[in-house]
């Protein structure tokens, strides 16, 4: 079977919701004159309108950054009187029934359509990183885990069924995915994250949006750019990336999402880059957003965004000033509300602000909705009646997590023989939260509202346990909270341990927002220590000599290394989801054989941040500096109950600069179990006119065998896939030899050399970025 690491056929046209014409309108002949036709007859005041959401909050609702600083707008009729871009988050700020929710929101739009002079509805967005941010809604894997299970087909499916959940609930786009390239682990925001590598998170995060525009709903890139490489891993710091790193790690997951997934809405970034915010940069918003990749969607602003540039950043005098940038560099639409374009009609009066950019960004808009089918559509259906946690959600939720969860270390504990007596211990044993990340709804809103219930089924790694190995063979002692100095419940978990023939402690991390949590948005470490007294725990249970099982559930990687060396076993899951308590059970028992990989490096400490696999020569350290950088697991780890042989490696010899690298080898598995192997091709450029990472992921393949099966796997690559910015900023492939190795994580294993030949290649949006691959 022959495939692309995330290309599931052509791009599938987006479908209009409920409430809509059920066909695509994005290519009708009549589309761009009847938009136009609107816009010559749209007051100033229409005109912004358009470009402007609505949020409805109230005091005490916190799920943005600095949300209480923000004044009140009024009430949402008022606001909406000359029409409405954008409505904000109509089911993801407070805990609402769905199907009541629909059929407000039904009312509203069909008062747009009737009470507004143009009669134009609105776009609703919602969050959905982790499934539909919506009361008993599924709630996935958080990206991190996509990284992990390197299976770009299942990614697009989940996506696919998020889409179909909001398409029924009137939502037309979705805020994710996120495809920010992580670049140092102590960043709050790393559990929205999908792995270091820009390749992986392109393909990735393209089929993420894939699946999810194939169901009529509009996915936005976030953050671009540069947002994860900001100073020390910090929240809204500076950021200081050259113009290489921005071009040859950070662009090409948006370079990849907008050329091959067609994506339809780019959110900037709050960064500033080398002084200038993203917000107000032409050069990136217009320059090579539009003219170097011809994106023709909207620029949507991260919440607030346009206002930091006065409050935050303060390089606007005030909101108007702020707009004024904001809109002339290329951001079409305000959200979360319109703090400041609303001042842009004066602006246009006063002369301050050429009303072409107004139009250039209503355009946009118009044609969005056009595309959509909203300027057709009367909303006087009635929303239909949907399952948000279907059991097709949940078997895709299952199979994610499955396949996402690492074995990092194993001394032959693992899996658990049957009838052992099993202590399960710790903060994150017997909590729901512990599996879900900071944008999921039940840590995101609903920890505003605790008497609130959950509202799906979501069983904890203790609920798994006992289920799996029977609740008479299962103890269990929390120990200790996640980040807390509270020891009191150290002398029950050491005694349930010692009375057991294996300790499963279960620590990791809380998501959350804004200091609400150890890891989330606004959650940064300034350690990679496990939060609070999680280690003396573990140490005191390693100390009554029982062997312990370490899992680790959380949303960053820890250093952990005194535990891998320590315990019986360590199991990484990164927040698998409704569904990840019972796949870290299987795993334990061996129902599942892990087959997850580690998307970011397993640090060895914090004083070694920021680290990157693809670190050139310098960054490894070594007798040059009595501070390793040396990571205890490398990008692309993880263990298997069975073993996998790699032989007969084919490279050729030479391969021109323009052309691709066809490379062949046999994987045997050579155990006794069914499993997983992933397939992980890696390069080096070894002479190059700059300088080089010691390591590049070129291609990978999930791979699944039975005992002592054998096939052939063959990767295709395009030279394209070992360019970079040279001297002058140009991307090329130079001529030169290059190492080659296939292996189970970027630390080599068969290797061979080839040699490109030929010019220099120069890169352009139509050279290929995509490794094929081919199993026989």
């Given at each position: 079977m022959t495939?692309?690491?995330?290309?599931?056929?052509?791009?599938?046209?987006?479908q209009?919701?409920?409430?809509?014409?059920?066909h695509?309108?994005?290519?009708r002949?009549?589309?761009?004159a009847?938009?136009?036709?609107?816009?010559?007859?749209?007051?100033?005041?229409?005109?912004?309108?358009?470009l402007?959401?609505?949020?409805?909050?109230?005091?005490?609702?916190?799920?943005?950054?600095?949300?209480?600083?923000?004044?009140?707008?009024?009430?949402?009729?008022?606001f909406?009187?000359?029409?409405?871009g954008?409505?904000?988050?109509?089911?993801?700020t407070?805990?609402?029934?769905a199907?009541?929710?629909?059929s407000?929101?039904?009312?509203?739009?069909?008062d747009?359509?009737?009470?507004?002079?143009?009669?134009?509805?609105?776009?609703?967005h919602?969050?959905?990183?982790?499934?539909?941010?919506?009361?008993?809604?599924?709630?996935?894997?958080?990206?991190?885990?996509?990284g992990?299970?390197?299976?770009?087909?299942?990614?697009?499916?989940?996506?696919?069924?998020?889409?179909?959940?909001?398409?029924a609930?009137?939502?037309?786009q979705?805020?994710?995915?996120?495809?920010?390239?992580?670049?140092?682990?102590?960043?709050?925001?790393?559990d929205?994250?999908?792995a270091?590598?820009?390749?992986?998170?392109g393909?990735?995060?393209?089929?993420?949006?894939?699946?999810l525009?194939?169901?009529?709903?509009?996915?936005?890139?976030?953050?671009?750019?540069?947002?994860?490489?900001?100073?020390?891993?910090?929240?809204?710091?500076?950021?200081?990336?050259?113009?290489r790193?921005?071009?040859?790690?950070?662009?090409?997951?948006?370079?990849?999402?907008?050329?091959?997934?067609?994506?339809?809405?780019?959110?900037?970034?709050?960064?500033?880059?080398d002084?200038v915010?993203?917000?107000?940069?032409?050069?990136?918003?217009?320059?090579?957003?539009?003219?170097?990749?011809?994106?023709?969607?909207?620029?949507?602003?991260?919440?607030?965004?346009?206002?930091?540039?006065?409050?935050l950043?303060?390089?606007?005098?005030d909101?108007a000033?702020?707009?004024?940038q904001?809109?002339?560099?290329g951001?079409?639409?305000?959200?979360?509300t319109?703090?400041?374009?609303?001042?842009v009609?004066?602006?246009?009066r006063?002369?301050?602000?050429?009303?072409?950019?107004?139009d250039?960004?209503?355009?946009?808009?118009?044609?969005?909705?056009?595309?959509?089918?909203?300027?057709?559509?009367?909303?006087?259906?009635?929303?239909?009646?949907?399952?948000?946690?279907?059991?097709?959600?949940?078997?895709?939720?299952?199979?994610?997590?499955?396949?996402?969860?690492?074995?990092?270390?194993?001394?032959?504990?693992?899996?658990?023989?049957?009838?052992?007596r099993?202590?399960v211990?710790?903060?994150?044993?017997?909590?729901?939260?512990?599996?879900?990340?900071?944008?999921?709804?039940?840590?995101?809103?609903?920890?505003?509202?605790?008497d609130?219930e959950t509202?799906?089924?979501?069983p904890?790694?203790?609920?798994a346990?006992?289920?799996?190995?029977?609740?008479?063979?299962?103890?269990?002692?929390?120990?200790c909270?996640?980040?807390?100095?509270?020891?009191?419940g150290?002398?029950?978990?050491?005694?349930?341990?010692?009375?057991?023939?294996?300790?499963?402690?279960?620590?990791?991390?809380?998501?959350?927002l804004?200091?609400?949590g150890?890891?989330?948005?606004g959650?940064?470490?300034?350690?990679?220590?496990?939060?609070?007294v999680?280690?003396?725990?573990?140490?005191a249970?390693?100390a009554?000599?029982?062997?312990v099982?370490?899992?680790?559930?959380?949303?960053?990687p820890?250093?952990v290394?005194?535990?891998?060396d320590?315990c019986?076993?360590?199991?990484?899951?990164?927040f698998?989801g409704?569904?990840?308590?019972?796949?870290?059970?299987?795993?334990?028992?061996?129902r599942?054989?892990?087959?997850?990989?580690?998307?970011?490096?397993?640090?060895?400490?914090?004083?070694?941040?920021?680290?990157?696999?693809?670190?050139?020569?310098?960054?490894?350290?070594s007798?040059v500096?009595?501070?390793?950088?040396?990571?205890?697991?490398?990008?692309?780890?993880?263990l298997?109950?069975?073993?996998?042989?790699?032989?007969?490696?084919?490279?050729?010899a030479?391969v021109?600069?323009?052309?691709a690298?066809?490379v062949?080898?046999?994987?045997?598995?050579t155990?006794?179990?069914p499993?997983?192997?992933?397939?992980?091709?890696?390069?080096?450029?070894?002479v190059?006119s700059?300088?080089?990472?010691?390591?590049?992921?070129?291609?990978?393949?999930?791979v699944?065998?039975?005992p002592?099966q054998?096939?052939?796997?063959?990767?295709?690559?395009?030279?394209?896939?070992?360019?970079?910015s040279?001297r002058?900023?140009?991307r090329?492939?130079?001529?030169?030899?290059?190492?080659?190795?296939v292996?189970?994580?970027?630390r080599?294993?068969?290797?061979?050399?080839?040699?490109?030949?030929?010019?220099t290649?120069?890169?352009?949006?139509a050279?290929?970025?995509?490794?094929?691959?081919?199993?026989?």
């Open positions: 495939e692309v690491h995330g290309v599931v056929g052509a791009p599938v046209p987006a209009p919701g409920p409430g809509h014409d059920r695509d309108r994005s290519d002949p009549d589309g761009e009847r938009v136009r036709e609107l816009l010559g007859r749209m007051t100033i005041e229409e005109k912004v309108a358009q402007v959401g609505f949020w409805e909050k109230e005091d005490g609702e916190t799920v943005a950054p600095l949300q209480g600083e923000f004044a009140d707008v009024g009430k949402l009729e008022t909406s009187r000359h029409g409405l954008h409505l904000t988050r109509a089911y993801g407070r805990p609402v029934d199907e009541a929710r629909a407000w929101l039904w009312k509203f739009q069909s747009l359509v009737t009470g507004t002079r143009l009669g134009i509805p609105a776009i609703v919602e969050e959905c990183l982790t499934g539909l941010s919506a009361w008993k809604a599924a709630t996935y894997p958080t990206p991190l885990a996509w992990a299970a390197c299976d770009p087909e299942l990614v697009t499916e989940m996506a696919e069924a998020i889409g179909a959940s909001m398409r609930l009137g939502i037309h979705g805020l994710s995915p996120v495809l920010d390239v992580i670049r140092d682990p102590r960043w709050g925001r790393v929205e994250c999908i270091e590598d820009p390749y992986l998170v393909t990735l995060g393209t089929s993420y949006v894939r699946g525009q194939a169901q009529g709903v509009l996915a936005t890139l976030k953050h671009f750019a540069g947002y994860s490489a900001s100073r020390a891993g910090r929240n809204f710091a500076p950021v200081h990336a050259g113009p790193e921005l071009a040859d790690v950070l662009l090409p997951p948006f370079e990849m999402a907008i050329l091959d997934g067609d994506a339809r809405s780019v959110m900037h970034s709050y960064a500033e880059i002084g915010p993203v917000a107000a940069d032409p050069t990136m918003l217009t320059g090579i957003l539009r003219d170097r990749w011809g994106f023709d969607g909207t620029v949507v602003a991260d919440y607030f965004g346009v206002a930091f540039l006065n409050l950043h303060h390089v606007a005098a909101h000033d702020a707009a004024v904001a809109l002339t560099a951001v079409d639409i305000e959200l979360p319109g703090d400041a374009y609303l001042t009609a004066e602006s246009v006063s002369g301050r602000l050429d009303e072409a950019f107004v250039r960004a209503v355009l946009r808009v118009l044609r969005q909705k056009e595309a959509l089918g909203l300027l057709d559509a009367t909303f006087d259906d009635e929303p239909q009646p949907v399952d948000l946690d279907s059991p097709e959600h949940r078997s895709i939720a299952r199979r994610l997590a499955e396949k996402s969860v690492v074995l990092v270390a194993n001394q032959g504990v693992l899996p658990l023989p049957a009838g052992r099993v202590a211990v710790g903060p994150n044993a017997d909590r729901e939260g512990a599996l879900f990340g900071c944008y999921s709804f039940l840590n995101h809103v609903l920890a505003q509202h605790p609130v509202g799906i089924e979501v904890t790694v203790l609920a346990a006992r289920a799996e190995f029977g609740a008479d063979l299962v103890s269990w002692a929390r120990g909270d996640v980040d807390s100095a509270d020891r009191s150290f002398d029950e978990a050491v005694a349930t341990a010692g009375a057991a023939d294996v300790a499963v402690l279960v620590v990791g991390d809380h998501a959350g804004f200091g609400r150890t890891v989330g948005e959650c940064d470490r300034e350690d990679l220590e496990l939060p609070g999680q280690r003396e725990l573990v140490e249970v390693l009554t000599g029982t062997p099982v370490l899992v680790l559930l959380t949303g960053r820890y250093a290394g005194w535990a891998v320590r019986a076993a360590v199991v990484q899951a990164f698998p409704e569904e990840g308590a019972g796949a870290i059970a299987g795993v334990l028992s061996g599942v054989n892990p087959s997850g990989r580690l998307p970011v490096s397993l640090p060895g400490s914090a004083g070694a941040q920021p680290f990157s696999y693809l670190h050139p020569t310098l960054g490894e350290g007798e500096t009595n501070l390793p950088a040396t990571p205890v697991a490398p990008f692309g780890h993880g298997s109950y069975t073993t996998f042989e790699y032989a007969d490696l084919t490279v050729p030479t021109p600069t323009d052309g690298l066809s062949t080898v046999r994987l045997t598995n155990g006794a179990v499993g997983d192997e992933v397939v992980q091709l890696y390069g080096r450029d070894l190059a700059v300088t080089r990472p010691v390591a590049q992921l070129l291609g990978y393949r999930r699944h065998l039975e002592g054998s096939v052939t796997v063959e990767l295709t690559v395009p030279t394209t896939r070992l360019a970079f040279d002058s900023l140009t090329v492939v130079e001529p030169g030899d290059v190492d080659v190795w292996g189970s994580s970027a080599r294993d068969a290797e061979a050399r080839t040699t490109l030949v030929g010019d290649a120069v890169v352009t949006n050279s290929p970025r995509w490794t094929t691959t081919d199993v026989r």
